[in-house]
């Protein structure tokens, strides 16, 4: 099956119907690397423009976006690495995913955006587009 697979995460309750479907494949795929990547869109940064990688990484608000997809690998006791990029979501994702050989990107169908809600979301979109691995969109 899939060796490593890279599921994107944003905090939307789309991404954790991503997160379950992941679960649902890694309890087949005994031997999978299941990676949670959250990438800290730099056109979302603002104010906090001026602060480090660093700090962002550590933010109080990614990490309570994360923690309910975080619970649910802990609660099915799957094994995962979280990885936080920064940059441009879309490019981010597949960048990383040729960068690490990833087999699979799972992601939603539309995240956090609201205009995206009309149709499948522009981050989903260039990750179809642009990835170096076969890509599983989650509606």
């Not at 905090?11 to 649902?24: C, D, H, P, T, Y």
């Not at 940059?87 to 699979?104: C, Q, V």
């Not at 989903?124 to 587009?129: L, T």
């Amino acid at each position: 099956m899939y060796k490593h697979i890279l599921v994107a995460i944003d905090g939307s309750e789309n991404s954790q119907r991503v997160a379950k479907e992941a679960l649902r494949i890694a309890h087949l795929s005994k031997n999978s690397i299941i990676e949670l990547v959250y990438v800290i869109d730099e056109s979302d940064l603002g104010s906090v423009a001026f602060r480090s990688p660093e700090s962002l990484k550590n933010d109080p608000v990614i990490q309570q976006r994360l923690y309910p997809i975080e619970s649910l690998f802990e609660q099915e006791g799957i094994p995962y690495v979280l990885t936080k990029l920064q940059g441009s979501p879309g490019k981010a994702i597949t960048e990383y995913a040729e960068e690490k050989k990833a087999d699979l990107i799972m992601i939603g169908s539309r995240g956090l955006n609201p205009i995206e809600k009309l149709v499948i979301g522009s981050v989903s979109q260039k990750v179809v587009n642009h990835s170096p691995c076969a890509v599983l969109v989650i509606k």
